[in-house]
């Protein structure tokens, strides 16, 4: 998706390009079992209390507590790097329910929403391309390290939409979605 985002759609499209998505559990970039679209899961227990209603893949039937721990198990031991999460498919048995999944990231939106809001109260003030470029920061960030952005803020603040772009870089991101955050900022018009 090349174009600037613009409307809620295309942006949780955008995310789950940016982050990966897949019903099944699988190794994020640093090696952590995740799933959904960056859904950090730190154990077998934490993959069961989720309530992502897991399934056995091949015949729909719920999956019961020691299969998710097993799933868990196997993807915490497979080989890490592997990309697309699809390429973790091997090492589970499981999916989750898409719409318990789509409920899990609508839900992590609102918190980076509101992250953002604490980080740029005037955020609302913004062109939507800007508030859209925040917003991934901050689901991708957390609070904390969107806090730690002092510059970005400042260019912010001055409303100097191409010192922001310059600001928004990431360390550790695809350089395919720095390019596009800062796109997104620079496209911005009042």
Do not use: C
Request: aromatic share 8%.
């Amino acid at each position: 998706m090349n174009d600037i985002v613009t409307t809620a759609a295309k942006f949780l499209a955008q995310l789950k390009v940016f982050e990966g998505f897949a019903r099944h559990m699988y190794l994020d970039t640093r090696a952590n079992v995740t799933i959904g679209t960056g859904l950090l899961l730190p154990s077998g227990d934490a993959a069961v209390d989720a309530g992502l209603g897991f399934t056995e893949r091949e015949t729909g039937v719920a999956a019961t507590d020691a299969a998710i721990r097993a799933d868990y198990a196997s993807v915490a031991a497979a080989p890490a790097g592997l990309y697309p999460p699809d390429e973790y498919t091997p090492y589970t048995d499981l999916v989750a329910a898409l719409d318990a999944l789509d409920a899990e990231l609508a839900a992590r939106v609102d918190i980076a929403r509101e992250d953002v809001r604490a980080y740029a109260p005037e955020v609302m003030t913004y062109p939507t391309s800007v508030r859209y470029a925040l917003l991934d920061m901050a689901f991708n960030l957390g609070r904390p390290g969107l806090l730690e952005y002092t510059r970005l803020r400042a260019a912010l603040d001055e409303r100097d939409w191409a010192r922001a772009a310059g600001q928004s870089y990431r360390v550790g991101v695809q350089t395919s979605r720095n390019t596009a955050i800062a796109r997104w900022i620079r496209a911005a018009t009042d």
